[in-house]
């Protein structure tokens, strides 16, 4: 399952990879140290979930991830090129925890909107539009503003968004925290169907159906990861050089 090289504990030219990741924000107390040296690596056609308390920092490791933020120290790779501010959709995709939905723009358009970015033939964006939204049960919504749509309906509209440039590398916020028993398995479907297409996906999730789905669970306490106990799917040990 997982394109991870046992040896060396690294995802070679595929995947993503992070190491020595640190993090800390100014408080009037002092600052708060979030993240105290973060190694995770996430192969290609691996789903790796994340789990943690409230505060833990997931949302900050995965914004660092993706290139929404800059750690203070560390280095984040995607098949073995940095990844900076710029990253392009192709490379990674966040689904954000705030989904971070155009509001002046329909649910359609927000989806089209990273293959409309680097040209994408208009037929093959009405394709995927089209097919991302009903597999996520969302026909007929397409032309409906954020506004007009329910907190899950719009979770569901970022994670089409998301996986629309079918990203080498897709990381999602708590993807499931608004959905109702009747359209998590969409959800779930297309997260596990990302990866065992060759994306490597990483899910910050409290969800227990998302670690059931997941190749191995990693937990985030007191600004460091460690591979979650119990877990079956792992033949990758985080790196212990930290
Ligand atoms: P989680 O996603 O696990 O709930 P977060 O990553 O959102 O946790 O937050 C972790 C900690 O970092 C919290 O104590 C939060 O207050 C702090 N934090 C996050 N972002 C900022 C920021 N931009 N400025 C100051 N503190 C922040
Ligand atoms: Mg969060």
């Known amino acids: 399952m997982t ?5 060396t504990g ?3 030219t595929s995947g993503l990879v992070a190491a020595g990741l640190r993090r800390s924000f100014p408080h009037p107390g002092g600052d708060v140290h979030v993240l105290r040296g973060i190694d995770v690596t996430v192969g290609a ?3 790796v979930t994340i789990a943690g308390r409230s505060g833990s920092g997931k949302s900050t490791l995965l914004a660092l991830l993706s290139g929404f933020d800059t750690a203070d120290a560390g280095s984040v790779r995607i098949a073995g090129a940095p990844v900076t501010a710029d990253v392009p959709w192709q490379r990674c995709a966040l689904l954000p925890q705030a989904l971070g939905l155009l509001q002046e723009l329909t649910a359609g358009e927000n989806v089209a909107l990273p293959l409309r970015l680097t040209r994408v033939p208009d037929s093959e964006v009405t394709a995927t539009t089209t097919e991302l939204l009903a597999a996520l ?10 506004p007009e749509l329910s907190f899950g309906q719009q979770q569901r509209v970022a994670l089409a968004r998301a996986l629309a440039p079918r990203p ?3 990381v999602a916020d708590e993807p499931t925290a608004h959905l109702d028993a009747g359209t998590a398995p969409a959800v779930l479907s297309l997260l596990r169907g990302h990866a065992d297409d060759g994306g490597a996906v990483l899910v910050a ?9 997941a ?8 600004g460091a990861v460690s591979e979650a106990a119990g877990d079956t799917g792992g033949t990758v040990a985080e790196d212990a050089t930290r």
């Open 3 to 7: 394109a991870t090289d046992p040896t």
């Open 10 to 12: 690294s995802a070679g």
């Open 45 to 47: 056609g691996e789903l």
């Open 137 to 146: 049960r969302l026909d007929g919504l397409a032309d409906r503003y954020p």
């Open 168 to 170: 080498a590398v897709l």
């Open 205 to 213: 999730t409290h969800d227990d159906a998302v670690h059931a789905i």
């Open 215 to 222: 190749d191995r669970r990693l937990e985030l306490a007191g």
